[in-house]
DNA sequence: GAATCACTTAAGTATCCACTTGACAATCTC
DNA sequence: GAGATTGTCAAGTGGATACTTAAGTGATTC
Protein backbone atom coordinates (compact mmCIF):
# COMPACT_ATOMS: atom_id res chain seq x y z
CA UNK A 1 0.00 0.00 0.00
CA UNK A 2 1.78 3.60 -1.37
CA UNK A 3 2.33 5.93 1.40
CA UNK A 4 0.33 9.59 0.54
CA UNK A 5 2.94 11.77 -0.07
CA UNK A 6 1.15 14.84 1.44
CA UNK A 7 1.22 13.13 4.93
CA UNK A 8 5.26 12.89 4.01
CA UNK A 9 5.41 16.68 3.15
CA UNK A 10 3.81 17.42 6.76
CA UNK A 11 6.11 15.09 8.80
CA UNK A 12 9.13 16.14 7.71
CA UNK A 13 8.11 20.22 7.67
CA UNK A 14 7.09 19.32 11.14
CA UNK A 15 10.33 17.70 12.18
CA UNK A 16 12.30 20.47 10.31
CA UNK A 17 11.49 22.86 13.24
CA UNK A 18 13.54 22.78 15.82
CA UNK A 19 10.63 23.99 18.78
CA UNK A 20 8.77 21.11 17.51
CA UNK A 21 11.39 18.38 17.62
CA UNK A 22 11.68 19.61 21.46
CA UNK A 23 7.85 18.56 21.60
CA UNK A 24 8.35 15.14 20.25
CA UNK A 25 11.43 14.80 22.62
CA UNK A 26 9.26 15.56 25.93
CA UNK A 27 6.35 13.68 24.41
CA UNK A 28 8.44 10.34 23.62
CA UNK A 29 8.91 10.94 27.99
CA UNK A 30 5.44 10.05 28.01
CA UNK A 31 1.69 12.33 27.81
CA UNK A 32 1.68 15.64 28.85
CA UNK A 33 -0.44 18.87 29.52
CA UNK A 34 0.04 21.54 27.10
CA UNK A 35 0.58 24.11 30.20
CA UNK A 36 3.61 21.78 31.24
CA UNK A 37 4.79 21.46 27.93
CA UNK A 38 5.19 24.97 27.37
CA UNK A 39 6.73 25.40 30.64
CA UNK A 40 10.35 24.65 29.68
CA UNK A 41 10.22 26.54 26.48
CA UNK A 42 10.95 30.28 26.13
CA UNK A 43 7.95 31.20 24.09
CA UNK A 44 3.94 31.50 24.42
CA UNK A 45 1.08 29.19 25.34
CA UNK A 46 -0.08 30.22 22.06
CA UNK A 47 3.13 29.47 20.12
CA UNK A 48 2.99 26.28 21.81
CA UNK A 49 -0.54 25.19 20.70
CA UNK A 50 0.25 26.48 17.00
CA UNK A 51 3.37 23.94 17.10
CA UNK A 52 0.91 21.31 18.21
CA UNK A 53 -1.87 21.77 15.38
CA UNK A 54 1.19 21.51 13.00
CA UNK A 55 2.34 17.75 14.90
CA UNK A 56 -1.31 16.85 14.99
CA UNK A 57 -2.36 18.05 11.35
CA UNK A 58 1.26 15.80 10.52
CA UNK A 59 0.03 12.50 12.68
CA UNK A 60 3.27 12.94 15.05
CA UNK A 61 0.99 13.88 17.92
CA UNK A 62 -2.36 12.98 19.37
CA UNK A 63 -4.20 15.14 21.95
CA UNK A 64 -7.21 14.77 23.90
CA UNK A 65 -9.09 17.25 25.97
CA UNK A 66 -10.70 16.26 29.15
CA UNK A 67 -12.36 18.86 31.05
CA UNK A 68 -10.22 22.36 30.13
CA UNK A 69 -7.24 20.36 29.90
CA UNK A 70 -5.63 19.32 26.86
CA UNK A 71 -3.63 15.84 27.56
CA UNK A 72 -0.89 15.46 24.51
CA UNK A 73 0.86 12.65 23.47
CA UNK A 74 3.12 10.77 20.53
CA UNK A 75 1.25 9.11 18.00
CA UNK A 76 3.47 6.62 16.18
CA UNK A 77 2.24 6.65 12.81
CA UNK A 78 3.99 10.16 12.17
CA UNK A 79 7.74 8.72 13.03
CA UNK A 80 7.44 5.46 11.51
CA UNK A 81 6.62 6.92 8.45
CA UNK A 82 9.09 9.17 8.42
CA UNK A 83 11.60 6.20 9.32
CA UNK A 84 10.19 4.38 6.37
CA UNK A 85 11.10 7.23 3.86
CA UNK A 86 14.78 7.03 5.25
CA UNK A 87 14.52 3.33 5.39
CA UNK A 88 13.64 2.94 1.77
CA UNK A 89 16.14 5.72 0.43
CA UNK A 90 19.50 3.47 2.53
CA UNK A 91 17.94 0.30 1.13
CA UNK A 92 17.92 1.89 -2.68
CA UNK A 93 21.66 3.36 -1.79
CA UNK A 94 22.90 -0.07 -0.57
CA UNK A 95 21.46 -1.95 -3.44
CA UNK A 96 23.38 0.22 -6.02
CA UNK A 97 26.82 -1.74 -4.01
CA UNK A 98 25.41 -5.02 -4.83
CA UNK A 99 24.66 -4.66 -7.97
CA UNK A 100 28.70 -3.07 -8.10
CA UNK A 101 29.37 -6.09 -6.42
CA UNK A 102 28.33 -8.31 -9.11
CA UNK A 103 29.76 -6.09 -11.73
CA UNK A 104 33.09 -6.96 -10.38
CA UNK A 105 32.41 -10.08 -9.67
CA UNK A 106 31.70 -10.39 -13.15
CA UNK A 107 34.49 -8.71 -14.81
CA UNK A 108 36.85 -11.08 -12.38
CA UNK B 1 29.54 8.97 21.45
CA UNK B 2 26.74 11.88 21.89
CA UNK B 3 25.67 13.31 18.49
CA UNK B 4 25.99 17.50 17.72
CA UNK B 5 22.45 19.11 17.85
CA UNK B 6 23.54 21.67 15.34
CA UNK B 7 23.96 18.44 12.75
CA UNK B 8 20.02 17.56 13.51
CA UNK B 9 19.05 21.12 13.28
CA UNK B 10 20.53 21.01 9.74
CA UNK B 11 19.65 17.61 8.45
CA UNK B 12 15.87 17.82 9.68
CA UNK B 13 15.47 21.30 8.49
CA UNK B 14 17.08 20.29 4.75
CA UNK B 15 14.85 17.42 4.99
CA UNK B 16 12.32 19.64 5.81
CA UNK B 17 11.79 20.93 1.82
CA UNK B 18 10.21 18.27 -0.34
CA UNK B 19 12.46 19.34 -3.62
CA UNK B 20 15.51 18.58 -1.46
CA UNK B 21 13.75 15.15 -0.35
CA UNK B 22 13.28 14.70 -3.99
CA UNK B 23 17.05 15.74 -4.45
CA UNK B 24 17.92 12.80 -1.94
CA UNK B 25 15.45 10.43 -3.67
CA UNK B 26 16.62 10.75 -6.94
CA UNK B 27 20.65 10.77 -5.33
CA UNK B 28 19.56 7.20 -4.05
CA UNK B 29 19.37 6.11 -6.98
CA UNK B 30 23.50 6.70 -8.13
CA UNK B 31 25.71 9.58 -8.33
CA UNK B 32 24.00 12.65 -11.42
CA UNK B 33 25.71 15.66 -12.31
CA UNK B 34 24.03 18.68 -11.30
CA UNK B 35 22.60 19.64 -14.49
CA UNK B 36 21.07 15.61 -14.90
CA UNK B 37 19.60 16.57 -11.43
CA UNK B 38 17.88 19.66 -12.33
CA UNK B 39 16.60 18.76 -15.59
CA UNK B 40 13.50 17.32 -14.02
CA UNK B 41 12.66 19.42 -11.28
CA UNK B 42 10.75 22.92 -12.55
CA UNK B 43 13.49 25.18 -10.87
CA UNK B 44 16.34 27.19 -12.30
CA UNK B 45 19.98 25.78 -11.99
CA UNK B 46 21.13 28.36 -9.54
CA UNK B 47 18.17 27.24 -7.11
CA UNK B 48 19.26 23.49 -7.46
CA UNK B 49 22.78 24.56 -6.28
CA UNK B 50 21.59 26.50 -3.03
CA UNK B 51 19.81 22.89 -2.20
CA UNK B 52 23.14 21.34 -3.17
CA UNK B 53 24.76 23.67 -1.06
CA UNK B 54 22.25 23.19 1.86
CA UNK B 55 21.80 18.84 1.35
CA UNK B 56 26.14 18.81 1.63
CA UNK B 57 26.06 21.32 4.42
CA UNK B 58 24.06 18.99 6.35
CA UNK B 59 25.67 16.02 5.84
CA UNK B 60 23.13 14.49 3.61
CA UNK B 61 25.35 14.79 0.29
CA UNK B 62 28.37 14.74 -0.84
CA UNK B 63 29.16 16.52 -4.26
CA UNK B 64 33.16 16.13 -6.03
CA UNK B 65 33.68 18.33 -8.94
CA UNK B 66 35.56 16.92 -12.04
CA UNK B 67 36.35 19.59 -15.04
CA UNK B 68 33.50 21.14 -15.28
CA UNK B 69 30.61 18.58 -13.82
CA UNK B 70 29.89 18.25 -10.37
CA UNK B 71 28.70 14.87 -9.48
CA UNK B 72 26.57 14.22 -6.97
CA UNK B 73 26.13 11.76 -4.04
CA UNK B 74 24.49 10.54 -1.34
CA UNK B 75 26.40 10.46 2.28
CA UNK B 76 24.73 8.26 4.46
CA UNK B 77 26.35 10.62 7.30
CA UNK B 78 22.83 12.67 7.48
CA UNK B 79 20.45 9.76 6.53
CA UNK B 80 21.82 7.79 9.70
CA UNK B 81 21.39 10.54 12.09
CA UNK B 82 18.13 11.31 11.39
CA UNK B 83 17.50 7.79 11.45
CA UNK B 84 18.89 7.52 14.82
CA UNK B 85 17.03 10.41 16.24
CA UNK B 86 13.49 8.86 15.23
CA UNK B 87 14.52 5.68 16.64
CA UNK B 88 15.73 6.79 19.83
CA UNK B 89 12.52 8.67 20.43
CA UNK B 90 10.74 5.49 19.16
CA UNK B 91 12.79 3.35 21.44
CA UNK B 92 12.18 5.59 24.57
CA UNK B 93 8.48 5.58 23.44
CA UNK B 94 8.24 2.09 23.58
CA UNK B 95 10.14 1.38 27.06
CA UNK B 96 7.35 3.33 28.64
CA UNK B 97 5.01 0.42 27.71
CA UNK B 98 7.34 -1.82 29.31
CA UNK B 99 7.24 -0.11 32.40
CA UNK B 100 3.37 0.13 32.24
CA UNK B 101 3.36 -3.45 32.34
CA UNK B 102 5.46 -3.90 34.90
CA UNK B 103 3.84 -1.60 37.12
CA UNK B 104 0.08 -3.88 36.17
CA UNK B 105 2.02 -6.79 36.84
CA UNK B 106 2.92 -5.47 40.62
CA UNK B 107 -0.62 -4.63 40.70
CA UNK B 108 -1.67 -8.64 40.68
C1' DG C 1 -21.24 33.46 41.34
C1' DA C 2 -16.66 35.48 41.36
C1' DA C 3 -12.18 34.44 40.55
C1' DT C 4 -8.84 31.46 38.65
C1' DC C 5 -7.13 28.14 35.50
C1' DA C 6 -6.09 26.07 31.04
C1' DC C 7 -6.42 26.85 26.95
C1' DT C 8 -8.27 29.04 22.22
C1' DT C 9 -8.63 32.25 18.48
C1' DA C 10 -7.58 36.18 15.61
C1' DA C 11 -4.73 39.55 13.95
C1' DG C 12 -0.42 41.69 13.26
C1' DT C 13 4.71 41.61 12.66
C1' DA C 14 9.23 40.42 11.57
C1' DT C 15 12.25 37.19 10.03
C1' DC C 16 13.49 33.52 7.16
C1' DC C 17 13.89 31.09 2.98
C1' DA C 18 13.10 29.37 -1.78
C1' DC C 19 13.48 31.21 -6.00
C1' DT C 20 14.78 34.30 -9.91
C1' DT C 21 17.70 37.22 -12.60
C1' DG C 22 21.89 38.48 -14.49
C1' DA C 23 26.67 38.66 -14.71
C1' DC C 24 30.70 35.84 -14.43
C1' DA C 25 34.24 31.77 -14.43
C1' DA C 26 36.10 27.55 -15.84
C1' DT C 27 36.23 23.75 -18.97
C1' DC C 28 35.47 21.32 -23.16
C1' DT C 29 34.70 20.95 -28.39
C1' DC C 30 35.54 22.24 -32.93
C1' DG D 1 40.70 30.63 -30.00
C1' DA D 2 35.49 31.03 -30.72
C1' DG D 3 31.52 29.18 -29.05
C1' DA D 4 29.07 26.05 -26.31
C1' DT D 5 28.58 23.64 -21.95
C1' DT D 6 28.45 23.41 -16.89
C1' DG D 7 28.38 25.49 -13.05
C1' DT D 8 29.05 29.74 -9.54
C1' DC D 9 28.10 34.07 -7.19
C1' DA D 10 25.49 38.21 -5.59
C1' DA D 11 21.60 40.70 -4.98
C1' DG D 12 16.81 41.22 -4.79
C1' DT D 13 11.81 39.72 -4.21
C1' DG D 14 7.69 37.54 -2.62
C1' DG D 15 5.54 34.42 0.22
C1' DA D 16 5.65 31.36 4.11
C1' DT D 17 5.94 30.90 9.05
C1' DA D 18 7.23 31.36 13.93
C1' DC D 19 6.11 34.37 17.22
C1' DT D 20 3.61 37.98 20.02
C1' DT D 21 -0.31 40.42 21.91
C1' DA D 22 -4.85 40.73 23.28
C1' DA D 23 -9.35 39.37 23.82
C1' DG D 24 -12.46 35.47 24.59
C1' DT D 25 -14.35 30.63 26.14
C1' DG D 26 -15.38 26.94 29.01
C1' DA D 27 -14.12 24.24 33.24
C1' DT D 28 -12.93 24.29 38.10
C1' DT D 29 -12.44 26.20 42.82
C1' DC D 30 -13.85 28.80 46.63
Redesign the interface.
Given at each position: MPRKKPD??RI??A????TR?TI??KL???PISVSRLAEPLKITLAAVVQHLQVLEASGLVKTEKVGRVRTCN?E?YG??V??Q???D??S??DR?FDRLGDLLDESR
Open positions: IDFHLGDPRVESEGISLSAQWIARRIWR
